[in-house]
């Protein structure tokens, strides 16, 4: 599959066009990368997502895939090459799109609102959400592992891909916040699995350095501040 | 192996199981929810996060969320095929699902729940919501050609409350979406969707009493 069939439309920052990166990467398919600019939408973007307007948009020949689930999904059934992204039981599968959407409706979200605030007790209250939340993802891992290195058993997975994408966003955060949120000894597994999978090589060419986030992150505020 | 649904009879969502189901051909036990008097255990410890019907049990393993259960129906029976046969297809799929599961309850619930002004409002979006969808069937008799499936399914549940919308939102879904209204016709011309739907009329005295309870009339 050549290139310039495969293109993803993204920010090199924004964990949901992270996802597709990683899912294409896993698939040893090249792609090229149209990077957005915040501020302004292109008419690519435009013309691609007509009904939401966001990225990650992966564009494959004359099709156009959105939402960065919807986005892996499509990459684990369209291209043959790499190992299983999706797990070969139905009922695991299931699980897998249960915690997707839990991560992404429930807990994720807070992951941002958290960051931005500067309210001593909201702050509070997220903290002990999001750690409960991890409570729970650390039985998922465990649940879904079965002992293996990954959510996805032996290979990087679906869950790995969605939930892994995250992490970036949520050091950053554990910085700014000052508050170890992935605390090894209330969720040990999924600290360890964490290592695990940032240490791999396609994770590590696809996801966004911290220190580079930190600067984003530090620019955005200043914006916000400068803006009310 | 037995396959059981938490079910509750005025569930749009819970209704999309019950198509599927039907759709394959599966027998089931249902077990009625009285969610106006209290959630049961087996509910409670099926689905500890949110607590929420529809739940299917197969060989008492949950699975939860609707949309999510009607991909597993449609994975574990496979015969007829619900998704299409290709990716893209899929994709596509998955995408209005998950845009009629963002958007058509919550919007709907805006107008039967709303006051003043933000009646008026919600039915614009929900309009604008239909017209969206509309799109997306253009002239095709069903979402995917001329087979009924799994975009139908995960839509035409949903139609029980359109009743319900029509009357708090004053409007007709016939008047501003025909095609959707053509659509709607030919799904309940199916018998898996006729018997699978609540009376509309019961939800409108449901959410009638609904209203009472939460002093909007």
Known sequence: MAASDVKVLGMWSCPYVNRAQLALSIKSTEYEFIEENTLQKSDKLLKYNPVHKKIPVLIHGDKSVCESCIIVEYIADAFATGPRILPSDAYDRALARFWTAYIDDKWYPLVKVLRQSDDEEERKSLVQKLSEGLILLEEAFIGCSKGMAYFGGDSIGYLDIILGSCLAWLRVTEKVVGVELMDPTKAPQLAKWAERLCSDDRVKAVFPSIDRLMELHELIQAFLKSSK | ?217
């Open chain 2, 1 to 217: 192996m037995p396959v059981k649904v938490l079910d509750f009879w005025g569930s749009p969502f819970a209704a999309r199981v019950r198509v599927a189901l039907a759709e394959k051909g599966v027998s089931y036990e249902s077990k009625e929810e009285d969610l106006l008097v209290g959630k049961s255990d087996l509910l409670l410890q099926s689905n500890p996060i949110y607590g929420k019907v529809p739940v299917l049990l197969h060989d008492d393993k949950p699975v939860l969320e609707s949309s999510n259960i009607v991909y597993y129906i449609d994975e574990t029976w496979p015969n007829p095929q619900l998704l299409p046969a290709c990716s893209y297809g899929r994709s596509r799929a998955r995408f209005w699902t998950d845009f009629i599961d963002k958007k058509v309850y919550d919007v709907g619930r805006n107008i039967w729940m709303g006051k003043g002004d933000e009646v008026e409002a919600a039915k614009d979006e929900f309009i604008d919501v239909l017209k969206k969808l509309e799109g997306a069937l253009g002239d095709r008799e069903y979402y995917a050609g001329d087979q009924f499936g799994f975009l139908d399914i995960i839509f035409v549940s949903l139609s029980c409350w359109f009743p319900t919308y029509e009357k708090y939102g004053g409007f007709m879904v016939e008047e501003e979406t025909p095609t959707i209204a053509a659509w709607l016709k030919r799904c309940y011309s199916r018998e898996t969707v006729a018997k699978s739907m609540p009376d509309s009329q019961r939800v409108i005295e449901f959410v009638g009493m609904m209203r009472k309870m939460h002093g909007i009339e």
